[in-house]
């Protein structure tokens, strides 16, 4: 066993900085790959035609605070050539801010005031209605206010009129100055609160355990590497037989790798703050104790790194997409159950360790060696 | 000089041969990677629908927990659900926290939310009430479309307040008994509710035809064609890697063989079996879609689709020629192609692009390919410039060449 480890260290001195890339490889990909992703989506752009039938008070309210609403682009044109950009797709939908908008929300009513063009193939008509009668509903809203005063300053026999600028101007301000609801959202195993800013497109996790398997994968390639017919030969002079090598190396590579996934997890939580239970380091280790070990019964059957190296990849995309790092597979598992078990992504995913992969493979690993190791005997 | 150039020629089509006989020999990864792409593409496709269609026999269950119990916590979240059922697919329960949890924990609900104590007086107050939205991790999607629908519900909620709230500060002018007031907070709560959940009056909406969306299906199709052509081209290209030994190198270097030979034979392999696996494809949709074509769009599609192939093996080649690592020219060059789909504007249409990339558009040579492909089969445009791809490969073309001049010399 120590001749193992020495021999491994020899190697290790002359192949550290590969390793070592490998293993910093999932937590720099994660952060790339986050923050490209933040950015863009911060910076996505839906090009919105705008008609203005009229061009009143209130009407340029409403287009002003669409201007500063993030994502969204305004164009301003007339009906005929707004729908003949959308027929072309070259915008994603048209608002008309019919003609009576203003005197029509100053009564209080609000119905219909707005009409909205959009085509099947329009990305965001749900969000752009959401925004735009939220804030036609906070301009209808003021003016309820006022109404509501009037009707109070009335039954009270006062007869002044009100002055609905000021009113206006108070509700605004009220609005603007607290935040008066907040919803806190989490998950039920979670035991943190994520504000709504953060949920991403994309899940850190899934990501890390894409980059991460691959890393897994790439690094276990020294089986290969070292079971070459010329090296084989090698192995009849000494006293520990090449099954016995790789498998003590086998438990030194585990250690290895769950020391360095461990590492960048908490790096990831620091960098991209997010926030994670202590459990949750107890689901990696055994997600990177069941990686390592597939990758070392995969790489035991090949004898061309090429061709493993390409397996690895095509398998680590597999795994990722079936265990939702990418689409959110709950739409399946709810039809089909058993699709939860394909991916050990999956289980990570839910914050929960997955006993039935480690077993598995553990199983698999047992066998394939031991009848794996007959055959070189025999050899 | 010119048996130089013939001599070259030569080993050119030498090496084509080799690749192609090597190719013969490999006809089970053939057959691997024409159905790879495919699968890969159905399975995200498989995903996408199931995301995108919730089962319909299996509405989305939400949950409230009053824990202030008030008139108007009951009011409000009474009216929350009738207007919730009536627009969306979605199923409002009452419960306590303790069903609720365990609801979630047999997979029964998809989220709960949680109206906490004195969240009416806080309300009033004008104090900051924090609303506790717990979402089930076995169904992600689910619950963040719950919280969506509840910050655009607080949104609204906030602003009526505000409103609610500069009524009830000139309404302190005047002096009410104790039930007066509690009558008038209460009308002028139910007023301003049901105000904000007419909500959706606001607007009419109507959904117009697009050229391309009156058979968004056909679109679609030919996004899937597109992208299963670039994963083709990296997959030909991957196959036709050849581990050759440094001795070996040295004796065909000494027959005159230069990597650029290999290089471009390799190109030439990949690229002509890409055609044969895509072209069908394409002409069979072009066959099937009502659309009319003439002999030339044929010959323009083959013209488009073989110039970005070339442009894509050449970018792939490239790659190959600056990194040394096996594993890292694999990643990269997978990254490369999946740049090259995304930035081509089939997944996610270019008008969505951030605003910095917009004028880049016109450089970015997938984008071209695509919207041409499009313009051609879907719109039947009668009209082909290929300036801009046909510049994209004389860059290349040189780019090629001054690496390949400068890894030679390297080496030697």
Redesign the interface.
């Given at each position: 066993m120590k001749a193992v480890f020495l021999t491994r260290l020899i190697r290790l001195k002359k192949e550290w900085k590969s390793i070592l890339f490998w293993f910093v490889f999932p937590f720099i990909m994660t952060v790339i790959v986050m923050q490209t992703i933040g950015a863009v989506q911060e910076s996505t752009n839906i090009p919105i035609g705008v008609v203005l039938e009229e061009e009143t008070e209130l009407a340029t309210e409403l287009v002003e605070n669409l201007e500063q609403t993030s994502n969204i682009q305004l164009q301003y044109l007339s009906l005929h050539s707004a729908l003949y950009k959308l027929e072309k797709y070259e915008l994603d939908s048209v608002i008309v801010i019919k003609k009576g908008f203003e005197d029509k929300l100053k009564t209080g009513y609000r119905n219909q005031v707005i009409k909205m063009y959009s085509t099947d193939r329009s990305i965001a008509p749900f969000t752009t209605v959401e925004t735009v009668s939220s804030y036609v509903q906070d301009q209808a809203s003021r003016y309820k206010a006022v109404g509501e005063i009037q009707k109070l300053y009335t039954k009270n026999n006062v007869q002044e009129v009100v002055d609905a600028e000021e009113i206006i101007e108070k509700s605004k301000k009220r609005l603007e100055e607290k935040d008066l609801i907040t919803p806190m959202f989490q998950f039920s195993t979670d035991s943190y609160v994520v504000s709504s800013e953060q949920t991403a497109l994309l899940n850190v996790w899934g990501v890390w355990a894409l980059f991460s398997m691959l890393a897994t994968f790439f690094i276990f390639d020294w089986i290969i590497k070292e079971n070459t017919k010329a090296i084989a030969v090698r192995w009849l002079y000494t006293t520990v037989t090449f099954r016995w090598y790789s498998l003590w190396n086998l438990f030194l590579y585990i250690l290895l790798i769950v020391a360095a996934n461990v590492l960048s997890v908490l790096l990831l939580t620091i960098v991209l703050d997010v926030m994670i239970r202590p459990q949750f380091l107890f689901v990696i280790i055994i997600f990177s104790v069941t990686i390592s070990m597939v990758s070392f019964v995969i790489a035991y059957r090949f004898t061309k790194p090429f061709f493993y190296y390409v397996t690895s990849i095509l398998l680590s995309l597999l795994l990722a997409v079936l265990g939702g790092s990418f689409v959110p597979i709950d739409g399946l598992t709810r039809r089909f159950e058993g699709v939860q078990y394909l991916s050990p992504v999956h289980a990570l995913l839910l914050e929960k360790p997955n006993w039935l992969w480690l077993i598995c493979i553990a199983a698999i690993l047992f066998v394939s060696v031991w009848r794996g190791g007959r055959s070189h005997a025999s050899s | 000089m010119g048996v130089l150039i013939l001599k070259s020629v030569y080993n050119c089509i030498f090496f084509i041969n080799q690749y192609g006989k090597q190719l013969k020999k490999k006809w089970y990864s053939l057959l691997l990677l024409f159905l790879?792409p495919l699968f890969?593409i159905a399975?995200?496709l498989?995903?996408?629908i199931?995301?995108i269609?919730?089962?319909k026999d299996?509405p989305i269950t939400v949950a409230f927990v009053d824990q202030d119990k008030t008139t108007e916590t009951a009011l409000m979240s009474e009216l929350l659900k009738r207007t919730i059922n009536e627009s969306e697919h979605i199923d409002i329960k009452f419960m306590t926290e303790i069903e609720a949890?365990e609801a979630?924990?047999r997979n029964e609900l998809s989220a709960y939310i949680i109206l906490p104590e004195s969240f009416t007086d806080n309300?009033y107050n004008?104090k900051?009430?924090?609303?506790?939205?717990?979402?089930?991790?076995?169904?992600?999607?689910?619950?963040?479309l719950i919280?969506e629908l509840?910050?655009?519900l607080?949104?609204?909620?906030?602003?009526?307040?505000?409103?609610?709230?500069?009524?009830f500060?000139?309404?302190d002018q005047?002096y009410m008994t104790a039930e007066e007031e509690k009558k008038f907070v209460l009308d002028?709560f139910m007023?301003?509710t049901l105000?904000?959940l007419?909500?959706?009056?606001?607007?009419?909406?109507?959904?117009?035809?697009?050229?391309?969306?009156t058979t968004?299906k056909h679109?679609y199709l030919l996004v899937c064609l597109f992208i299963v052509l670039t994963i083709w081209l990296l997959g030909f290209y991957?196959v036709l890697?050849k581990?050759e030994h440094r001795a070996m190198t040295i004796r065909l270097q000494l027959l005159g063989v230069t990597s650029l030979q290999k290089t471009v034979a390799r190109i030439v392999v990949s690229l002509v079996c890409s055609l044969i696996f895509a072209l069908p494809f394409f002409y069979g949709f072009m066959y099937y879609i009502p659309q009319e074509f003439f002999m030339i769009d044929y010959v323009r599609v083959l013209g488009f689709v073989s110039l970005y192939a070339v442009i894509v093996l050449m970018g792939l080649t490239i790659v190959d020629m600056l990194f040394k690592?096996?594993?890292v020219t694999?990643?990269v060059q997978?990254l490369f192609v999946f740049i090259v789909i995304v930035l081509s504007g089939s997944i996610?249409?270019t008008?969505?692009?951030?605003?910095?990339l917009?004028p880049l558009l016109p450089w970015i040579f997938s984008n071209e390919a695509f919207s041409w492909l499009i313009d051609i089969i879907l719109e039947e445009r009668n009209y082909a410039d290929y300036t801009l791809l046909a510049k994209m490969f004389a860059l290349e073309c040189i780019i090629l060449f001054v690496l390949a001049q400068m890894f030679a010399r390297w080496r030697t």
């Open positions: - | 790879l890969f399975l995200i498989l995903l996408l199931s995301f269609l919730p089962p299996d949890a979630i924990e309300l004008g900051n009430v924090q609303l506790p939205v717990i979402g089930n991790a076995q169904r992600v999607n689910e619950s963040y919280l509840i910050e655009s607080t949104r609204y909620i906030e602003s009526a307040q505000a409103n609610i709230l500069t009524v500060s000139y309404a005047f002028q007023s301003f105000f904000t007419g909500k959706s009056n606001v607007l009419v909406k109507e959904t117009i035809e697009n050229s391309a969306s968004p679109y991957t890697r581990e690592s096996m594993k694999l990643l997978l996610v249409p008008i969505y692009f951030p605003f910095m917009q």
